[in-house]
C-alpha cells in the first residue's frame, strides 16, 4: 500500500549486517520516526530523507556492555567518544558501583570526588529519582542502569569488613529490591574493591537470588583476576549456580606474566558450565594493560581496610609507612610496567611510569606511591601494561564473549587535562580495525554479533542490538575500510574515525562523520 511505501529516512544500497551473526547483504533500510520498517530491496518506496551509504557497512548501532558511563552521564550527556565508536547503548553501574544509589552524606566522598569537580551534586533520593534526572538530561546514547553490590553495602554497612547482620543484609535485599524496581538490569560486583571484598561468598549468592526473582542476571569483575583467578571464576560460577541466574564475566583476563595462560582454563571452565546449563557471558576490551586504582593494585589488602580517611591516616603514619613500604617491596610489582593517569593534584605525573615519576620527584618508587596517594585523596587511577597478548586474542575468540570498554564517555577538549584508558575512544573500532581487518581473528558478521545481537541478547533486549522491522532504529554505518581507533596512551584524546552515520532512535547523531549535537539516547529499564 502506498502509506507502507513511504518513511522518514531511506538508506539506500549498504551493506547490511542483522546484529545476529549472518553474513552482510545488500540492502535497503528503511525508518520512520524510532523504528526500522523495511529492510530489503526496497525500489518503490519513497523517503523525507534518502542517503546513499553505497559501499559501507549498515549495522546495529553497538551495545557498550561494561562501561562506567554514570560517572561521566551528568557533566557529559553527550557522550562524544562513545559516539565515535559507533555505540549507542551503553551499560553502566559495573563493578559493584552505581551512581544512583549514592547520597551527598560524607561516606561517598570518594564518588563525589568523581563528581562534584565537574560541577554535579548529588540531588537525588533514590535510584529511581536519578534515572529520571537522566531522562530530563537527554542523553547522546541509551542507557542501561544496573545495581551495584558495593554501593548497596557501604549504604548499609559503611566500610565493616565483617559479615552482615540479618538485618544489614535484609537491608541490603531491599536497597537492591528497589534499584529493579525502578528498571535495573542487573546487580554487579567488584570484588576486587573495598567494600566490596569484604564481602564473603554467601553474601553475594544471598543478594544475587533477589536479581534472579526480578529476572536479572549477575555482572562481576572478579575477586581476582591474578595468581587467583581460576578459584575467582570458580566463586562466580558458584554464585550463579546457587542464585540461580545468568552470569557475565566482566572484562576477562589473567593480570601479571605468572598468570598468563590461564584463560585457556577459566574458558574451558566457562564452556563446560555453558555445557552443564549455566548461562554464562563475557566481556573484553582490545587492549592489553587495563586501567585501575593505584591503591588497591598496589598496596597489601590490609591496608584498605576502613574507609579512605582510614586508608589516609595510614599514609601519614610514620611506622604505618614503613610496614607498608615493606609490604610492597615484597610484592615486587614492576614499577615500569605502571603509568599514572588523571591525577589532579599531580599534573606532571600524568603519562609516566611510576619508575620514572619516582625518579623525577628524587623518591624510592614506594615512598613516591605513597606520597602520590596521600596528595590525591587516596585515589590515582593507574594503567598496568601487564597481559599477554594471546590471552586477549583466546578470550576475544571464544562465543561466549562479547565487547565491553571498561570506559567513561568523554571528549578531547572539555576534558584535555585528564588522562583516560584510550578504551574511551577506540574499544570498538580496534576490535574492528586490528581484530577483523589487519589480523582476521574475527570475520565481520562474528565481531558485530559481539557488539550487537550478543549483548542484546544478555540484556533481553529484543527490540535493540537487530537490524530487523519493528526494532528501533539505532543503526551505524561504517567504512570498513577506515575504521580506525586513534587513541593510544601517549594521546588519548583522540576520536575514532570511520563512523559516517549514527542514528540513536532514529535520528542522526552523526551524519557525514560530523557530530550533530543531537541527544536522542533515552534510559532504558528493564521491563
Known sequence: MPNQQRCDILLRGGTVFDGLGNAGFHADVAITDDKIVAVGALEGWQAGMEVDVGGLCVAPGFIDIHTHADFSLNHHPEQMSVLFQGVTTQVGGNCGFAVGQIDDSPLFRQEQRWLKPHGVEITWGSFREYLRILDDLGLGVNYVPQCGHGTARKKVMGYEKRAPTSAELDAMRHEIALCFEAGAFAFTTGLEYPPNSFAHTSEIIELAKVAAQYGGFYATHLRSEGDQLIESVQEALQIAEQAALPLQLAHHKAEGRRNWGKVQQTLQMVSDAVAQGLDVTLDVYPYTAYQTS????????????GDPEVLLSRLRDPHERERLIHAMQAMQPDWHSTVIGSTPHNRAYQGLTIADAARLAGKEPEAFVLDLLLDAGGHVGVAWFNMAEDDLRAVLKHPRTMIGSDGVGTEPSKYAAERPHPRSYGTFPRVLAKYVRAEGLLSLEEA????????????????????????????????????????????????????????????????????????????????
Do not use: C
Not at 586513534?486 to 542514528?503: K, S, T
Open 294 to 305: 593505584l591503591a588497591v593494585a598496589s598496596l597489601p589488602s590490609w591496608a584498605l581496610e
Open 448 to 527: 558485530i554479533f559481539k557488539m550487537t545481537g550478543l549483548p542484546a541478547a544478555r540484556l533481553k533486549l529484543t527490540d535493540r542490538g537487530v537490524l530487523r522491522p519493528g526494532a528501533y532504529a539505532d543503526i551505524v554505518v561504517f567504512d570498513f575500510a577506515k575504521v580506525q581507533d586513534l587513541a593510544d596512551f601517549e594521546n588519548p584524546h583522540r576520536l575514532a574515525q570511520g563512523v559516517v552515520h549514527l542514528l540513536v532512535n532514529g535520528r542522526w547523531a552523526i551524519h557525514d562523520g560530523a557530530y550533530t549535537g543531537t541527544r536522542a539516547g533515552r534510559v532504558l529499564r528493564r521491563q
